[in-house]
C-alpha cells in the first residue's frame, strides 16, 4: 500500500486540506441567539491561554419546501453581522475551560412589501460556557480523544422591540432559554506532520421559552462533521470541512409542532490559516450548504464567512524564563 506522505498533492490537497486543528460553525439565520462560531477543540496544556476576537457575516434569500426552491413574497433577504469574544485555558494538561461571548452589530429581515419596514434585532447575544477533557492520547498511533460539556446562557436581549413593535423571534440577540452541549472530538494525525484529520460530533438540547411575548422551544441539533489539514507552506494551512447539521422541529404552546422547523444540511467549508507569529494567528473561512433539506416552507442559508485573530500564551513559561533570569 502507498504511504500518505507518498500520494500525490492534488490528491492530499483534495483530501485532507484543512486546519492543524479543528472548529465547527453554522450560520443559523432563522433562529434566535448566537450562530456557532470557530474554537479550538483541541485541549490546551496547564496554564496556557488563548483568546481570539471574531467576525461573521450571514446571508439568506431564498425560500426552500423540502429541498426545492419556491417563490413566496415574504421575507426578501435575512443577513446578520456578528462578534465573538472567546478566551480558552488549560487547568490542568488534560482539563481546558472555554468561554465565549457573542455581540450582534445587526440581525435583519427585509420585506418584499414596500410599506413593511426592515426589522433588525441589535446587542448581547448568549455566553457559553465548555469543559474539555483530553480523555485519551496515543503517541504510537497518533490520535487523541476529547469529550466535552458545556452551557449557553441567554444573558443577552431578548423580547426586544424596536418602536414599540415586536420583533420576530429569528432575529432576536439572545436565544432565551439555557442550552445544553455535549461534544466529542476525535483528532488523527499521520507520519506526514503536514497532514490531520479531525471528526466532531455534537449534540445541542434547548429549554422551553417562556417569555413574555414567545412560548417556543427549538429542536435538538445533531451534528457530525469531518475535517483534514494540509500545511502548504511554513504559515499557511488550507483546510476542508464536510458537515452535517440535524435540527427536529420545534414545539409551541399545546403541544403544538411547529411544521416548517428542523432540517437536514450537509455543507463544504474552506479555510485559510496564516501564523502571523509563533503566538498570533489570522484565519478565515467560507460556508456553502450544498444539499438542503427543510421541513415544511422555509428560509434558507445562503452562505457565511467568518474571520479570526488569536493570541496564544503560556504562563508557565513565562514563570520559568523568569525564574531563570534570576
Sequence with gaps: MMEINKLPYVYLFIVFLG???????????????????????????????????????????????????????????????????????????????????????????????????????????????????????????????????????PIGVFDQEVDNVKLPITIQPSSGSFRYLLNLFVNKSFKNPKLNLGFYGSFEYAQLIDSENFYYKYGNVYLFSVIGSYKVFDKINLGLEIRNENRAKAGRENEQVVESSGYSLVYTILHLSYSISHNWLLSVNSELPVNKYYNGIQLGNKFAVAASLSYKISFSKIVVEEIEKK
Excluded at 492543524?20 to 496556557?48: D, M, R, V, W
Excluded at 468561554?99 to 446587542?123: M, Q, R, V
Design 19 to 153: 486546519f492543524g486543528y479543528f472548529k465547527t460553525i453554522s450560520a443559523q439565520c432563522c433562529s434566535a441567539g448566537n450562530p456557532f462560531f470557530y474554537s479550538e477543540q483541541a485541549n490546551l496544556g496547564y496554564k496556557e491561554l488563548q483568546m481570539a476576537v471574531g467576525y461573521k457575516y450571514s446571508a439568506s434569500d431564498t425560500y426552500y419546501k423540502g429541498s426545492e426552491k419556491i417563490d413566496i413574497n415574504d421575507i426578501e433577504k435575512a443577513w446578520f453581522n456578528y462578534l465573538n469574544l472567546q478566551l480558552v485555558y488549560g487547568l490542568t494538561q488534560r482539563l481546558s475551560i472555554q468561554t465565549d461571548l457573542g455581540y450582534f452589530i445587526n440581525k435583519s429581515e427585509e420585506y418584499f412589501k414596500e410599506d413593511w419596514a426592515t426589522k433588525t434585532g441589535y446587542g448581547l447575544g448568549d455566553a457559553t460556557l465548555t469543559l474539555k477533557y483530553l480523555a485519551f492520547k496515543s503517541f504510537t498511533h497518533k490520535y487523541s480523544i476529547i469529550p466535552s460539556l458545556g452551557m449557553k446562557f
